[in-house]
């Protein structure tokens, strides 16, 4: 989709669901000889979603195949204490401290500082809309493609997590009308190979664990982080097992779900405690969302 629309469509402006400063990292790292720079960012999202070797190939496919491609972070600070310092110490390293990259290098890391103290989603969603217009409106009217989870690319959204303002994809359709387009390839981020297989005993049997990655949760009330396996061939063992009656729709998982298969989750808090978690898919809908439901086990 990229390539496509680089090629056809001629779009060298890349808008992406990450921050000023990380973006501009990425630009320098598309000038230079090495992977660096590329490296100390993915060091950087460990714990989060997009930590995963797939991303790293995704961006050395643009340096190799879309090589004038300029990207535009337009999210608050996220890795404000490692990446924004560093993008701030390499601007002072090359006399930038009054330039506008510096200022809004601080602006970003000062959006992610107050986003993470009181875990505002009001106030991000509004700060990407924000972030996104001021992007796209220096560039006189150039056309861009913008790559953003889909909480945020619905026209008819409001924002994810309160349901109390639009989503930035529907604050953008009320500024720039049918000059924008939103198509959801959710699913095709979904279409991954598990990272590793692992081993998990459960009532002394051993089923084999596909692991699919790690989320950072930091913000989340007093959550920390969670982790992905699906259990393979566990269905049968568990599918008259007792509900808790939570649910977990489909749209948590790092992967693409289909009923008759079991998972474990570990959700990790901020005081290091882990809390493991058990659900199976059978085909159940919640609230319009196909979902999975947590179940005991003894």
Same mark, same amino acid.
């Given at each position: 989709?990229?390539?496509?629309?680089?090629?056809?469509?001629?779009?060298?402006?890349?808008?992406?669901?990450?921050?000023?400063?990380?973006?501009?990292?990425?630009?320098?790292?598309?000038?230079?000889?090495?992977?660096?720079?590329?490296?100390?960012?993915?060091?950087?999202?460990?714990?989060?979603? +997009? &930590?995963?070797? *797939?991303?790293?190939?995704?961006? #050395?496919? @643009?340096?190799?195949?879309?090589?004038? %491609? $300029?990207?535009?972070?337009?999210?608050?600070?996220?890795?404000?204490?490692?990446?924004?310092?560093?993008?701030?110490?390499?601007?002072?390293?090359?006399?930038?401290?009054?330039?506008?990259?510096?200022?809004?290098?601080?602006?970003?890391?000062?959006?992610?500082?107050?986003?993470?103290?009181?875990?505002?989603?009001?106030?991000?969603?509004?700060?990407?809309?924000?972030?996104?217009?001021?992007?796209?409106?220096?560039?006189?009217?150039?056309?861009?493609?913008?790559?953003?989870?889909?909480?945020?690319?619905?026209?008819?959204?409001?924002?994810?997590?309160?349901?109390?303002?639009?989503?930035?994809?529907?604050?953008?359709?009320?500024?720039?009308?049918?000059? +924008? &387009?939103?198509? *959801?390839?959710?699913?095709?981020? #979904?279409? @991954?190979?598990?990272?590793?297989?692992? %081993? $998990?005993?459960?009532?002394?049997?051993?089923?084999?664990?596909?692991?699919?990655?790690?989320?950072?949760?930091?913000?989340?009330?007093?959550?920390?982080?969670?982790?992905?396996?699906?259990?393979?061939?566990?269905?049968?063992?568990?599918?008259?097992?007792?509900?808790?009656?939570?649910?977990?729709?489909?749209?948590?998982?790092?992967?693409?779900?289909?009923?008759?298969?079991?998972?474990?989750?570990?959700?990790?808090?901020?005081?290091?405690?882990?809390?493991?978690?058990?659900?199976?898919?059978?085909?159940?809908?919640?609230?319009?969302?196909?979902?999975?439901?947590?179940?005991?086990?003894?």
């Amino acid at each position: 989709m990229t390539v496509k629309r680089y090629d056809n469509k001629n779009m060298r402006h890349l808008f992406i669901e990450l921050p000023y400063y990380t973006a501009e990292f990425l630009n320098v790292w598309m000038q230079s000889d090495s992977d660096e720079i590329l490296n100390e960012l993915y060091d950087d999202w460990n714990g989060t979603m +997009i &930590y995963t070797p *797939d991303i790293i190939e995704f961006y #050395k496919n @643009i340096k190799s195949r879309c090589p004038e %491609t $300029i990207f535009h972070g337009t999210d608050v600070g996220h890795q404000s204490d490692t990446t924004g310092e560093r993008f701030l110490d390499y601007l002072e390293a090359n006399n930038l401290e009054d330039s506008d990259r510096y200022s809004l290098a601080q602006e970003a890391v000062e959006q992610g500082k107050y986003y993470y103290k009181i875990s505002d989603d009001i106030y991000r969603e509004n700060k990407m809309t924000e972030n996104f217009i001021r992007e796209f409106d220096n560039l006189s009217g150039e056309s861009v493609m913008g790559i953003y989870g889909g909480a945020h690319t619905d026209f008819d959204a409001m924002d994810n997590n309160t349901q109390s303002v639009p989503c930035m994809a529907n604050q953008l359709k009320k500024v720039y009308t049918n000059n +924008i &387009y939103s198509e *959801d390839l959710a699913w095709l981020a #979904k279409e @991954i190979e598990p990272i590793r297989e692992d %081993t $998990i005993t459960i009532n002394n049997k051993k089923y084999t664990a596909s692991y699919f990655g790690k989320e950072d949760l930091t913000g989340f009330k007093d959550y920390a982080a969670r982790e992905f396996w699906r259990l393979e061939n566990a269905y049968n063992d568990f599918k008259d097992s007792s509900k808790t009656g939570d649910v977990l729709p489909y749209d948590n998982y790092p992967m693409q779900i289909e009923t008759g298969e079991v998972f474990v989750i570990d959700y990790t808090k901020t005081d290091g405690s882990v809390i493991r978690g058990y659900y199976r898919s059978d085909g159940y809908v919640w609230n319009g969302a196909p979902s999975t439901e947590e179940f005991a086990v003894e």
